[in-house]
């Protein structure tokens, strides 16, 4: 009798997305859904595993997949994989798989929001009305800057990157580019001009980050760059928080060398309420909800369903990632 395949869930998902995982497999997934799954837990369950459906949060790292005898697939919810060793778990002949393409408008539109958000002033002047400071409509009274007419710069034009650079032409702004290669669509479609990343960021009104966590990109946002930026300037993060030196970005503001940040994503999240840089008035800061629509976290759940189902059938899936 052949025994059936287990796989881990490291984190309460829709049961209902996961249901052709339940047809072929014993599932059993960390019920919580705001604490993730303690590490050793997580060791535990690795060590007896054919497929990991994972999160961003958990470290799929050399220690883990070296008791992961018998994995053969770690589904991540997610587009970014800069939380597992691809090529170290490659090697091992572990099959990894991300969600891309299905969450590309919905993260494009919360950076967006992201970026309305914080040059309209948004949450401050939401908690203004919630505090019962509005006495009386003033002329200047909680005035941002405009964001139509104004220049996007977009470092990390891919997906998601192309798909900010479709919603700016919607408000007339001038789009600027810095990617690794040209994105030949973005300029033709979208009228996005290359440009390198100092007269990026010199020229942007905002300087909006979308490149996905390598090397390269680790602390690129750092004390040089944000002093080349405008001081009127506006920086938006919604890739991952470790592509910016945090300590140079809260320098940065207070010196206002630059004018405001809207920040999803934090070197350490969660991020706490007391970091200096939550404290600030012209810091928006959301806790990485960039692909947090239901219809989307449910259809990157089914995706990485999907993806386990073909692994452990022998098939290939849908979305591995190729490094
Ligand atoms: C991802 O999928 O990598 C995003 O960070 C989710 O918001």
């Known amino acids: 009798m052949t025994t059936r395949p287990y796989i881990f869930v490291t984190r309460k998902c829709s049961e209902q997305q996961l249901q052709p995982l339940y047809e072929i497999a014993d599932v059993e997934m960390w019920p919580e859904e705001e604490t993730p799954c303690p590490r050793d837990l997580l060791l535990e369950k690795a060590k007896k595993a054919d497929a990991l459906l994972t999160m961003l949060s958990d470290s799929i790292d050399k220690q883990l997949l070296d008791v992961a005898g018998q994995l053969k697939v770690v589904a991540n919810l997610a587009v970014g994989y800069d939380n597992i060793d691809v090529h170290y778990a490659n090697d091992s002949g572990i099959v990894v798989c991300n969600t891309p393409d299905v969450l590309t408008d919905t993260t494009a539109d919360l950076t967006f929001g992201l970026i ?22 003033g002329p200047l009274l909680l005035a941002g800057v405009d964001v139509h007419h104004k220049t996007i710069g977009i470092v990390g034009m891919g997906k998601i990157g192309q798909a900010v650079a479709k919603r700016a032409t919607g408000f007339d702004m001038k789009i600027l580019y810095h990617n690794r290669t040209r994105n030949e669509e973005a300029e033709t479609k979208l009228g996005a001009i290359y440009s390198t990343f100092d007269e990026l960021i010199s020229n942007a009104d905002f300087v909006v980050c979308l490149a996905p966590l390598t090397d390269e990109t680790r602390e690129l946002f750092n004390k040089d760059a944000f002093i080349k930026m405008k001081n009127s300037s506006i920086f938006v993060n919604a890739s991952r928080g470790a592509v910016v030196n945090e300590v140079d970005l809260y320098e940065a503001l207070i010196n206002n060398e630059i004018a405001g940040a809207g920040l999803d994503v934090f070197l350490q999240e969660p991020i706490e309420s007391s970091h200096p840089l939550v404290g600030l008035h012209n810091v928006v800061a959301l806790p990485h909800i960039g692909s947090a629509s239901l219809e989307t976290r449910y259809t990157m759940m089914n995706l990485c369903a999907d993806n386990i189902a073909s692994v452990l059938k022998g098939n290939s899936p849908k979305t591995e990632v190729i490094v």
Do not use: I
Request: glycine share 0%.
């Open 116 to 137: 309305l958000a914080t040059a309209r002033r948004l949450l401050e002047a939401a908690d203004y009305v919630k505090e019962n400071q509005w006495k009386s409509w």
